[in-house]
């Protein structure tokens, strides 16, 4: 018999809290850890700003590279923290305690996604400020309800994305620890990281490239925060984004009821070293 609504809803919001505060909690038990993730990014921004610098760039290249460290943590949170956290949950026995919990695993990741941002967006906002003030770096958006509208869709479809990852990596058992690493470095050069994609990469290919949220979203918000010339126009990204978002957590839903199904069906999918 299926439960009422408003118990469903209320165990969904229970679920996403509960599995969010275990990832806040983390924040403040694992200080050096976090320090470490925070100074080394901050590195990477001092070596690429000196280099611009060096080359005479114009003054924006340095927020580019600010703005493309800060938002990069996000994407390794994504990679790291959602899309392989179901497999590290199989190997460490909780993944069959999700699973036969009430709770819907929807929820579950819901909150693994809403704990993950948190948790690096505290990052994000120590590599941000500390490049801005280091390099003396131009803040004058367009308009800062923009700004805000394409970072909330940027992550909406970033970690709707890394929802999609968490079912996919953890049928594909250990070759999730490679795919992880196989996105990474592809991702910082198809991102434009460090770097104005439209300006180096063929139009075909960055416009590819806006499939990934990460490069339609820097782009976007370059375009606000500095004026940069983009791919595309930038309500045009917003658009994409939004849709990316509501793709991406759809197909999340879609995956895991899947996963769920097969994992009652065969009774291995959850188990470890299955």
Same mark, same amino acid.
């Given at each position: 018999?299926?439960?009422?609504?408003?118990?469903?809803?209320?165990?969904?919001?229970?679920?996403?809290? &509960?599995?969010?505060?275990?990832?806040? &909690?983390?924040?403040?038990?694992?200080?050096?850890?976090? +320090?470490?993730?925070?100074?080394?990014?901050?590195?990477?921004?001092?070596?690429?700003?000196?280099?611009?610098?060096?080359?005479?760039?114009?003054? @924006?290249?340095?927020?580019?590279?600010?703005?493309?460290?800060?938002?990069?943590?996000?994407?390794?949170?994504?990679?790291?923290?959602?899309?392989? &956290?179901?497999?590290?949950?199989?190997?460490?026995?909780?993944?069959?305690?999700?699973?036969?919990?009430?709770?819907?695993?929807?929820? +579950?990741?819901?909150?693994?996604?809403?704990?993950?941002?948190?948790?690096?967006? +505290?990052?994000?906002?120590?590599?941000?400020?500390?490049?801005?003030?280091?390099?003396?770096v131009p803040i004058q958006p367009t308009s800062w309800t923009l700004l805000g509208l394409v970072?909330?869709?940027?992550?909406?479809?970033?970690?709707?994305?890394?929802?999609?990852?968490?079912?996919?990596?953890?049928?594909?058992?250990?070759?999730?620890?490679?795919?992880?690493?196989?996105?990474? @470095?592809?991702?910082?050069?198809?991102?434009?990281?460090?770097?104005?994609?439209?300006a180096i990469f063929p139009k075909a290919v960055a416009a590819a490239a806006t499939l990934i949220?990460?490069?339609?979203?820097?782009?976007?918000?370059?375009?606000?925060?500095?004026?940069?010339?983009?791919?595309?126009?930038?309500?045009? @990204?917003?658009?994409?984004?939004?849709?990316?978002?509501?793709?991406?957590?759809?197909?999340?839903?879609?995956?895991?009821?899947?996963?769920?199904?097969? &994992?009652? @069906?065969?009774?291995?999918?959850? +188990?470890?070293?299955?």
């Amino acid at each position: 018999m299926s439960e009422p609504p408003v118990h469903a809803v209320r165990l969904f919001f229970a679920a996403a809290l &509960a599995r969010s505060y275990a990832r806040v &909690a983390w924040l403040f038990r694992s200080r050096t850890w976090m +320090v470490q993730e925070t100074v080394l990014p901050v590195l990477g921004v001092c070596a690429f700003a000196y280099s611009y610098r060096a080359m005479a760039a114009p003054p @924006e290249y340095t927020g580019l590279v600010v703005l493309g460290a800060s938002m990069t943590t996000f994407w390794l949170n994504v990679l790291w923290g959602m899309g392989a &956290a179901l497999y590290w949950e199989r190997d460490s026995g909780n993944l069959e305690l999700f699973v036969m919990s009430p709770a819907p695993m929807m929820g +579950v990741l819901t909150g693994m996604a809403l704990g993950g941002m948190t948790t690096t967006l +505290v990052r994000a906002t120590v590599i941000a400020v500390a490049g801005v003030l280091m390099f003396d770096v131009p803040i004058q958006p367009t308009s800062w309800t923009l700004l805000g509208l394409v970072f909330f869709l940027t992550l909406a479809a970033l970690y709707g994305l890394g929802m999609m990852f968490a079912s996919v990596f953890l049928r594909w058992g250990r070759e999730a620890w490679h795919l992880v690493n196989l996105l990474q @470095e592809p991702v910082y050069l198809l991102t434009g990281t460090n770097f104005p994609v439209g300006a180096i990469f063929p139009k075909a290919v960055a416009a590819a490239a806006t499939l990934i949220p990460l490069t339609a979203g820097l782009d976007a918000m370059r375009q606000v925060l500095f004026r940069t010339p983009g791919i595309f126009d930038v309500w045009l @990204e917003v658009a994409l984004l939004a849709v990316l978002s509501v793709v991406f957590f759809v197909c999340a839903r879609w995956l895991l009821a899947r996963l769920e199904r097969r &994992a009652a @069906e065969e009774g291995k999918l959850t +188990v470890r070293w299955q």
